[in-house]
């Protein structure tokens, strides 16, 4: 069974700059999160959506952050503009049904630096 | 508001000995989910463990436990025989009721353990 697949892996923007990255979660797998983990912290959530609604976007900061998941598969997460502080691994992970969350498989991640 | 805490930012252990992890949790909800990631330096979260509220008993997989006390809010996690691969970052981490239940996963700051040969 494929993973969770990420791209780009590695991404390096200047402030104020747009970036976008992509995720195509585990073939079936109905819910969908994007996590900004921070060097030397744990993953945080931005976004979970199930199938290609939005469960929670509470931590999103929706100024300049914005994320889809069209025909409830694949999705993408943009930002824009980006400041420093949005340096940072972001991580996509699935699961198979939004009330097994111990379940989540996590993608490789797209590392981001912005200068 | 849900908490997690991991108060040791880094341990060390030698190959093959027993290291047990941190992790105290605080939450009002009664029902919720309790579980540990490992994180490799390649960066991949990697499931362990997990341990519901209502479970009696401490879960195990393998050569990880799940040292679950719920008065104290506590869900250490045992590694016994410790390997060089276990060599990584791990998270304690909490779900709980939000919209529906089990949704929003928090996670602590982590642990980076480190295993000596």
């Known amino acids: 069974e494929a993973g969770v697949a990420q791209s780009p892996r590695y991404k390096i923007i200047e402030k104020r700059q747009s970036v976008a990255f992509w995720c195509n979660p585990i073939?079936?797998?109905?819910?969908l999160y994007w996590y900004q983990q921070i060097l030397g912290q744990g993953p945080k959530l931005l976004i979970q959506?199930?199938?290609?609604?939005?469960?929670?976007d509470s931590q999103l900061p929706k100024d300049r952050f914005s994320a889809e998941r069209l025909k409830g598969v694949d999705s993408t997460l943009k930002i824009q503009p980006a400041k420093l502080e949005d340096s940072a691994v972001y991580l996509c992970?699935?699961?198979?049904?939004?009330?097994?969350?111990?379940?989540?498989?996590f993608g490789p991640g797209t590392r981001l630096t912005v200068t | 508001a849900q908490k997690i805490t991991q108060t040791q930012p880094g341990m060390f252990v030698q190959e093959k000995e027993a290291v047990t992890l941190d992790c105290t949790y605080d939450?009002?909800?009664?029902?919720?989910?309790l579980f540990w990631y490992k994180q490799p330096s390649s960066g991949e979260m990697i499931f362990l463990i997990y341990?519901?509220?209502?479970?009696?008993q401490n879960a195990t997989e393998g050569r990880y436990s799940l040292n679950f006390q719920k008065a104290r809010k506590s869900a250490n996690l045992v590694i016994s025989a410790s390997q060089l691969g276990d060599s990584a970052m791990y998270f304690c981490?909490?779900?709980?009721?939000?919209?529906?239940?089990?949704?929003?996963?928090?996670f602590g700051p982590g642990t980076s353990l480190s295993v000596i040969p």
């Open positions: 959506f199930q199938n290609n609604g939005v469960v929670d």
């Open positions: 939450t009002s909800d009664q029902s919720y989910g």
């Open positions: 981490a909490m779900s709980g009721p939000g919209k529906t239940s089990y949704d929003k996963v928090i």
């Open positions: 992970a699935s699961s198979l049904d939004q009330g097994y969350p111990y379940e989540q498989y």
């Open positions: 341990q519901g509220s209502y479970d009696e």
């Open positions: 073939s079936g797998h109905a819910t």
